[in-house]
């Protein structure tokens, strides 16, 4: 009887024994290989590559594993897709392991980045089915917490070059007046009746402006050119068209006299105006234009091109009437300079009665001025003097935006961009808006129609951080030496052109010494990252509690001098 007890014992335990040998074994952490080793977020999601390696003589036979990666953190966890495989007896079209060999595989996941992921873990969750039967092996965990740093471009955007609506103030406008006298055919007398005409009344008008008003008016010179019509003969034409220019010469020197206009008189005369003709021709309605100007595609030589167009009977009679006698012609021109108001009499008419400015000339008025007070009062008074303007209402949003008064500047954007929905300028900053909100789609959109705009590549660079393309971001920034630049500089892994870029920066905040610090941190540079986030800290304290979280000073965090900085 005891005998026959013992083997039931026996044969239990063996039992058993097989029963559990039959499972398969935990997996380790040193079974796996996470790149990047530190899980860092990119644009907006946090992408991971897992390496793993099955050892030989684990893999059951007629078992299946599940595995799903999971990242952990307070307040939640996110779950990547799950990857299955199997054992050679298996049926089924998962990868299959092999008991003897074991195996090697990949996992790619990505993640969703939000916030409390900065304090995180990486595990891997073990699910083992065979037969109807399933059972779990312990968690693993391959990697812990999250670089966030790429996310800065949230608190970089705010030092940005923002878009300002520009004036279109000259201070130095050319004018040029011009009359034309008309002769008969193959006449070179000025006629009272082409004396007399309102294009010359308003040139003599223009001449004894000019002469009296020498502080705005400028004179440049006084042109004359006279033509011939390119019918009848090349000796001819060259008669008429310099008795046309001396004619003329006579009488606008007579005129300039008269007004007492002091200056340059320049003439010159073509002795047949095949190039006017031309125009002429193109612009008409002539049935047969299109066969003119072939002709005169085809051949150099006047005398040959006009025996050609003559005989074009059917059309010739109508360029005797309607083109040949427009050619005959004398263009006096008075060419001279308008010179506006200076910046101290544009400031002091602002002060005395703005409304006497033009707008071009307020909205210029904010550069003359340097102070954020006083250019909030010229944007404003633009405002009530030309209420349908978009500028003012962009540029008093920049000033919001500088300051961080973020909902006035929203309120003003959308107010210019109900003016003038296009404006690449209020796009560009509607852009900047919806990053500070980390909406990179509707980001997006706005730079695209604000590319035009001054800053528009730098806006896309900004753009190109928050979505993870580092290398164009950098591109985009060029020489500009902002946050951002440096920022994406950083990310991009092109460290020496962040240490120049940070040097350039000519006003550093809090943050500019932030990325500093970061930048010392990467590049094994202590003396860097103290000196940088001693003067963070020192700007904003609040950074002290970032930066003892801030994965990228893993390395130092009890390091005495880093702690001290942090505790100051």
Request: charged content about 25%; hydrophobic content about 40%.
């Amino acid at each position: 009887m005891l005998k026959k007890l013992s083997y039931f014992i026996y044969a239990a335990a063996l039992m058993l024994v097989c029963s559990c040998s039959s499972k398969m074994q935990p997996m380790l952490a040193e079974h796996f290989t996470v790149t990047p080793k530190v899980l860092e977020v990119v644009g907006s999601e946090i992408p991971v590559t897992i390496d793993g390696r099955f050892p030989k003589e684990f893999f059951n036979k007629k078992a299946v594993l599940t595995i799903t990666p999971v990242l952990r953190y307070e307040g939640g966890e996110a779950t990547a897709e799950p990857v299955t495989f199997q054992g050679e007896k298996v049926q089924g079209n998962n990868r299959v392991i092999s008991y003897q060999r074991g195996g090697n595989f990949t996992i790619k996941m990505t993640f969703d980045y939000v916030p409390a992921m900065e304090k995180s873990a990486l595990y891997l969750k073990f699910m083992v089915s065979k037969g109807n039967k399933s059972y779990v092996l312990p968690d693993v965990k391959v990697a812990d917490g999250c670089i966030s740093t790429s996310q800065l471009y949230k608190t970089t955007v705010s030092s940005a070059n923002t878009a300002v609506g520009e004036d279109a103030f000259q201070r130095v406008i050319k004018q040029a007046q011009q009359a034309n006298i008309m002769f008969l055919i193959q006449q070179t007398n000025l006629r009272s009746s082409e004396l007399n005409t309102q294009q010359m009344t308003a040139l003599e008008d223009s001449m004894k402006a000019v002469a009296e008003d020498v502080e705005r008016k400028v004179l440049n010179n006084v042109e004359v050119a006279a033509y011939a019509s390119p019918d009848g003969g090349m000796l001819l034409n060259v008669d008429v068209a310099n008795g046309r220019e001396e004619n003329t010469l006579k009488f606008v020197k007579k005129q300039m006299d008269n007004a007492k206009l002091e200056g340059y008189l320049d003439s010159d005369y073509t002795a047949e105006d095949w190039e006017g003709f031309q125009e002429l021709v193109s612009k008409s309605d002539l049935p047969d234009k299109d066969l003119i100007l072939r002709v005169l595609s085809m051949y150099n030589e006047p005398e040959e091109r006009e025996a050609q167009i003559k005989n074009i009977s059917s059309v010739y009679s109508d360029l005797a009437d309607e083109i040949l006698p427009l050619l005959r012609r004398a263009r006096i021109t008075l060419n001279y300079q308008l010179i506006g108001r200076s910046d101290d009499e544009i400031m002091a008419q602002f002060a005395e009665d703005p409304s006497k400015l033009s707008l071009e000339e307020i909205l210029y008025a904010s550069i003359v001025s340097e102070d954020a007070a006083e250019q909030e009062k010229i944007f404003k008074t633009t405002i009530r003097l030309h209420p349908n303007d978009y500028r003012a209402y962009n540029n008093l949003g920049v000033l919001a935006y500088k300051r961080g008064d973020y909902n006035t500047a929203a309120e003003y954007f959308a107010k210019a961009a109900s003016l003038t929905p296009s404006a690449p300028e209020v796009n560009v900053n509607l852009g900047y808006m919806s990053l500070l909100d980390g909406n990179v789609v509707d980001a997006e959109t706005y730079m695209a129609k604000g590319l035009s705009s001054k800053v528009g590549e730098e806006a896309l660079g900004n753009l190109y951080i928050a979505q993870g393309q580092y290398a164009r971001a950098t591109e985009m920034f060029g020489d500009k030496a902002t946050n951002s630049a440096v920022l994406a500089q950083l990310l991009n892994k092109d460290y020496s052109t962040a240490k120049a870029t940070l040097e350039a920066i000519k006003t550093p905040d809090a943050y500019t010494h932030y990325l500093k610090a970061i930048l010392g941190a990467r590049t094994q540079n202590a003396a860097l990252l103290y000196e940088g986030l001693k003067e963070a800290v020192k700007m904003d304290a609040s950074l002290a509690e970032k930066a003892a979280v801030d994965l990228e000073f893993a390395k130092y965090a009890n390091n005495e001098s880093f702690r001290s900085i942090l505790n100051k």
